[in-house]
Structure formats: C-alpha cells, structure tokens
C-alpha cells in the first residue's frame, strides 16, 4: 500500500509527508506543542531547515551570531573617535558605485561617492571639522545607488531612523546623534550569554496595535512589550 501511494505522488513527493505517519518523538517541538500545526509540518521542517543552513552560514562568515547582531557598529554611519569623523559604509555588492546625499550637501548626487574597500564594501569618509555644521543631528539624508537597472535613492539600509515628508510622502533616513545617549535600564542583561539561546519573537511594530492606523514605538514600548514579557 505504501509502495503504491508513492508512486502516485512521485510528482509531488512532499505529498508522502502528510500520507505517512510520522513518529511523535520525530516532531519538532513546536508541532508537539501546537497539534494545529500538525497539517504544516512539512512547512515548519522546510523552514527549520532552511533557518539552520542560514545560521550556518553566518556563523561561517561572522564567527558567530552575536557579531552577526552587531552588525549596524560597522554598517551605517557611525562616528570614529579615532579618525574625528563618521564613516558610512554600505553592502551592495552588485552596485556599479554610490554617492551619499542629502541635506548637508544640499542633496548632490555626485558629490559623496562612496569607494569600495578591502571587504568589498563601499564606505565613504567625513571629517568632524569639515562636517560639524551641516552633518548634523535631524538632518535628512539617503544614498542613490547606481546599478544595472539604473540610478535610484535608496534610504541606507543600517539608519537608526526613517521619516516621511507629509506633503510629498517621500522617505528618508535621518541623522540622529542625540546630545543626551539612550540610558539602557538593563545594564545587567550580558548579550554574549543569553545569544547561547536566543528566543527569538517578531513583532511589526506598526502593525501591533489593536486600533486602525500605524502603531507608534511609544505605543509599542507601553502596550505590546509588556504583553510580549508575559507571555515570556
């Protein structure tokens, strides 16, 4: 009976998946958990697979997933007190060149090329002095990206906050070195022992409240992280 079915679904051979009983102990735990999730439980192994051949290969390249989650120290733009000026540096390894533009170059496209360096990635340099008065906290800026399908603004993929223009609707990233640094309350959470096990819990923040329209950090932070830590 068994041989018979499979030759049925040889065109579909995911299908013996649900046709064949599969042990109890051989589940995932979620699956174990969750009887619902029974009818996907090919879906949820294909995604399991897929995660650990992803986490694999990070590890491989950044060593580990906490150096991988640190990313942004390196991408972006950060200030180098070394160097007295901030560096802004982009993976796009299938881009012809980039410049940097916005308002402290009263967006020239051209101006701000960005050069690869010995990674592969593209960065480019800005003095404190030369750029005190118009690299400036608030101030708007995005990278236009030059590639096959032509040249197109793109808003950098590491910035630490994004607005929209309310007349023109148009996104852009926006500078933001605060005078006063966020004061982290949990100053005893040590990073590198809890990424052992992360537990990992995606949420869209603007999508996470009960009310119409896009939900607020503030929202967020007041009203969905605590249901979050609940739930533990």
Known sequence: MIAATAKRVNLVPQLLTFILPVNQDEKLAIIQEDPWLDPYAHDVNERFERYKKARKEIEEAEESLLNFATGHYYYGINFNKEKNGWVYREWAPGAH????????????????????????????????????????????????????????????????RVIQDPGTHDFSGQLWFPEQPFEWTDKTFDLAENFQQPIIYECHVGMAQEHQGVGTYREFADKILLRIKDGG
Do not use: C, M
């Open 97 to 160: 060149s980039l410049f940097l533009t916005g308002d402290f170059n009263e967006w020239n496209r051209t101006t701000h090329k960005l050069e690869k360096n010995h990674k592969g990635d593209w960065e480019i340099f800005l003095p404190y002095e030369e750029y005190k008065n118009t690299f400036v906290h608030g101030s708007k800026v995005k990278v236009n990206v030059h590639a096959v399908n032509g040249s197109t603004d793109r808003i950098p993929a590491y910035i630490q």
